[in-house]
């Protein structure tokens, strides 16, 4: 199966890929939330977060020429398992046409100030 990596542009020079296809599926590394990818400035608290989080994805999947409709698999990491329910209040605002699969993990985080972290599959063929 062939695999094509998709640039985002304007994207920063990190040692992985934003989003890799491998034939009709979609792979979205963890999308942060925690800086304003237009000003760079930092954002907090949980809600805010996890909103930058899911719009991040969204643009991802835009220039994949896919959609959160097309999203099959979410993995939240949370840094705070008190932050659930309202990490959870914002993500089913993105999803107002059903649910993907899902699966959450409190973990630590590879960054202090990042509270949550979101990745995904998509079925875009």
Known sequence: ?????????DSPNYPFSQVVRAGD???LS?????????????????????KQCLENMK???ETASSSLDDV???TVFLGNRNDFEKMNKVYQ????????????AITGL????MLVEIECVAYSP
């Open 110 to 113: 590879a960054i202090p100030e």
């Open 93 to 104: 605002a993105f999803f107002p046409n059903g649910y993907p699969a899902r699966s959450t």
């Open 72 to 74: 099959v698999k979410v």
């Open 30 to 50: 963890g999308q942060g939330g925690f800086k304003d990818p237009r000003t760079g400035k930092a954002i907090h608290g949980i809600e805010a977060q996890t």
């Open 1 to 9: 199966m062939p695999r094509e990596i998709i640039t985002i542009p």
């Open 59 to 61: 643009q991802v999947l």
């Open 25 to 27: 599926y979609l792979f």
